[in-house]
């Protein structure tokens, strides 16, 4: 295990549970679901814009405690609880993640916490 090194972002909201924001392994960073929710825990309400933003916010700040940056993710995977907001959530991704990495968007029936969407995603290190 000692190949293997946990990733704490102090600029991201903390683990909803028994977690890493991060796990970095070889030359991947594995970047654990992010809520929409802040760097104290509070959860961030508004449109599903302002939703998936937070959840990219918290993203860069984790990759940024890891060494690495927003443009050096691989793959992506989604998370809406209502497929309705896939358009809406779309134009704010498509923003962050302009390299346009592998990606999945899959409508699940909830989330933690009850927000609308999470993101999750692997990120290249070497």
Do not use: W
């Amino acid at each position: 295990m000692s190949d293997i090194k946990k990733i704490f972002a102090k600029d991201a909201m903390p683990p909803a549970g028994p977690y890493s924001h991060a796990v970095v392994a070889g030359p991947n960073i594995y970047v654990s679901g992010c809520i929409p929710a802040d760097a104290t825990g509070a959860l961030v309400t508004g449109s599903i814009a302002t939703q998936t933003q937070a959840c990219i916010d918290n993203i860069k700040a984790i990759l940024a405690a890891a060494g690495s940056d927003i443009s050096r993710v691989v793959k992506v995977n989604v998370f809406l609880t209502d497929m309705a907001d896939f358009a809406e959530m779309n134009g704010v991704y498509a923003e962050a993640f302009a390299h346009k990495p592998a990606r999945s968007c899959v409508a699940v029936k909830q989330l933690p916490k009850g927000v609308p969407v999470e993101i999750e995603c692997v990120a290249f290190n070497g």
